[in-house]
C-alpha cells in the first residue's frame, strides 16, 4: 500500500502531464472528426486523428503500474519500465476476476529466457564494474533454463547485490538504504522498495518448508532451504530486472528533476511521438522472428547487420587492426574509443587471430545475435584452435540496449580472444 506521505505513480510529474493532457487529446479527436466531415486536408487530419486515438487508447497506462503493484506487490511482482504493459492489463484483468492464480502465471510467463537476457543481462552491461559481472549474469541464466535452482537463485541474490552497490555506493539491503527516486515507475515505494523490504524479512530457523519468495538472509544463510522452485527463481529475476531499471532512472534522474524544475510543458508533438515509438517497437518484437544464416559472407550484408559486426571486428583483429576492433567490441564500462583499442592491443599481444570461419551466425532477438566460429591463433605458449561461440548486442551510443526504432550499432563481446587464449571452446 501507498502511504499517506507519498502520492501514487500516477502522480508522477511525468504521468501528471500526460494526464492532464488527456482532456486536450479527447478535444482535438473531436475537432478533427469535424474537419474530416467538412473535407478539409482530410489526410493530414486524419494522421492527427489516429494519433488522438492511440493516445487515448493507452491512456489506462497511467494508473495501470498504481493497480499492478497494488495486486501483485505483496506476491513479489512489480511494474517497472520494461514489463510488457499488455502483461500487467492481461494480469490485473485475470486477478479482478478473481483468478489470482492464472494472473501470476501471466506474469510469469513473461519472464521467458529472451526476455530476461533482453531487460536483464544486456542492459546491465553499461553498469558492470567487474568483468565477472557479466559471467556470473550468464551463469545464472544458464542454470535458470536447466531448473538448477538450488544454485540459480542464491547467485542471483548475490549479483543484486553486487551490481546494486556499484550503482548505489552501498548495499541495497541495508536498512537505511534509500532506493526512492524522484519521477521514476521502480523507484516509486510501491515498486523496488517494497521488493527490496520482502526480500530482506528476517529468518530465524531452518526449514526445508517450501517457500514462493527469495528471501535473501534465509538463502545465503543457508537457513531456508525450500527455495528451489522456478517461481522463486523468477522472482529473483524480477529484483534483478527492477535493479536495472532502477540504475537507468538513477542515471537519468537528475535530468527529470531540472525539466520538471524548468517546468518545460510536455507538447502534444513530443507526447503523440512516444505513443508512436512504443507502438513501433512493440509490434517489431512481437513480429520478430529468429534468423539463421550458414557459411555467410561479408559481401551479402549491409553494416547495420550483425553479421557484418562479426565480420568487421574479427577481420581487425586479424589484421590487429585494434582501433576498428574497438569500434566494433561491446564497451561495458564506456571507456574511450582509445583506451579501448589499447586494452585489446593488450590483450592481441597474447593472443593472436590468424584465421577465422564464421560457419553460422543467428540472431535470436531484435538486439542479440550469436556465431559460431572455427578460429586458429597463435599464442606465447603455442598453436591454439577450436569451435566458439560469439555474442553481439545492439546497443546505442550510451551503452544501452537499442530498442527497434533507437538508433544502434552491433557491439561483439570481445571474451572471445581469451576463449580462443585458453581454448575455451562451445559444447
Known amino acids: 500500500m501507498t502511504s499517506k506521505k507519498t502520492p501514487p505513480i500516477s502522480e508522477n510529474p511525468s504521468a501528471k502531464e500526460l494526464s492532464d493532457m488527456l482532456p486536450l487529446v479527447k478535444a482535438a479527436k473531436g475537432i ?27 491512456s489506462d497506462i497511467l494508473d495501470l503500474p498504481d493497480r499492478f503493484n497494488s495486486a501483485f506487490g505483496r506476491l513479489g511482482w512489480v511494474a517497472t519500465n520494461s514489463m510488457s504493459v499488455d502483461v500487467m492489463r492481461e ?6 476476476a478473481g483468478d489470482v492464480q492464472g494472473a501470476e502465471q501471466t506474469v510469469m510467463d513473461w519472464f521467458s529466457a529472451d526476455n530476461i537476457r533482453l531487460f536483464g543481462i544486456n542492459r546491465s552491461k553499461s553498469f558492470n564494474k567487474a568483468t565477472n559481472r557479466w559471467h556470473q549474469l550468464n551463469e545464472a541464466w544458464q542454470l535458470t533454463e536447466e531448473e538448477r535452482y538450488y544454485s540459480a537463485v542464491p547467485l542471483i541474490l548475490i549479483i543484486c547485490d553486487g551490481f546494486a552497490s556499484d550503482v548505489l555506493g552501498s548495499s541495497p539491503f541495508e536498512k537505511d538504504a534509500d532506493l526512492t527516486l524522484f519521477d521514476s515507475i521502480v523507484g516509486h515505494e510501491t515498486a523496488l522498495p517494497s521488493l527490496i523490504g520482502q526480500t530482506t524479512k528476517g529468518v530465524r530457523k531452518s526449514s526445508d518448508d517450501e ?29 534483478f530486472i527492477s535493479l536495472v531499471d532502477w540504475a537507468i532512472d538513477k542515471r537519468e534522474e537528475e535530468a527529470r528533476r531540472a525539466k520538471h524544475e524548468g517546468k518545460e510543458a510536455d507538447t502534444w508533438s513530443a507526447f503523440f511521438e512516444r505513443q508512436r515509438k512504443h507502438q513501433a517497437d512493440k509490434a517489431a518484437m512481437e513480429t520478430f522472428q529468429p534468423t539463421e544464416w550458414l557459411n555467410p559472407s561479408v559481401d551479402d550484408f549491409e553494416k ?48 593472436e587471430l590468424l584465421e577465422f570461419d564464421i560457419q553460422s551466425v543467428k540472431q535470436t532477438s531484435v538486439a542479440r545475435a550469436d556465431a559460431i566460429v572455427v578460429m586458429k591463433g597463435s599464442s606465447l605458449k603455442g598453436p ?16 544501452d540496449v537499442a530498442m527497434p526504432t533507437d538508433i544502434g550499432d552491433w557491439q561483439v563481446q570481445q571474451g572471445c580472444m581469451f576463449n580462443l587464449l585458453h581454448q575455451r571452446e562451445i559444447n
Open 384 to 399: 591454439v584452435q577450436g569451435t566458439y561461440g560469439i555474442a553481439a548486442f545492439r546497443n546505442t551510443e550510451t551503452g
Open 304 to 351: 547495420d547487420s550483425p553479421v557484418f559486426s562479426f565480420f568487421e571486428f574479427l577481420q581487425a583483429w586479424q589484421s590487429k587492426n585494434y582501433g576498428r576492433m574497438a569500434s566494433r567490441a561491446v564497451n561495458l564500462t564506456g571507456m574511450k574509443h582509445g583506451y579501448l583499442a589499447g586494452r585489446l592491443r593488450n590483450d592481441g599481444e597474447l593472443i
Open 32 to 58: 478533427t472528426g469535424f474537419l474530416q466531415k467538412i473535407g478539409l486536408d482530410t489526410e493530414a487530419v486524419g494522421g492527427v486523428n489516429d494519433a488522438a486515438e492511440a493516445a487515448l487508447t493507452q
Open 211 to 239: 517457500v514462493d519468495y527469495p528471501l535473501r538472509h534465509g538463502i545465503l544463510h543457508g537457513r531456508t532451504l525450500g527455495y528451489a522452485n522456478r517461481k522463486v527463481c523468477l522472482k529473483a529475476w524480477m529484483l
Open 91 to 96: 494480469a490485473i484483468a485475470q486477478f479482478e
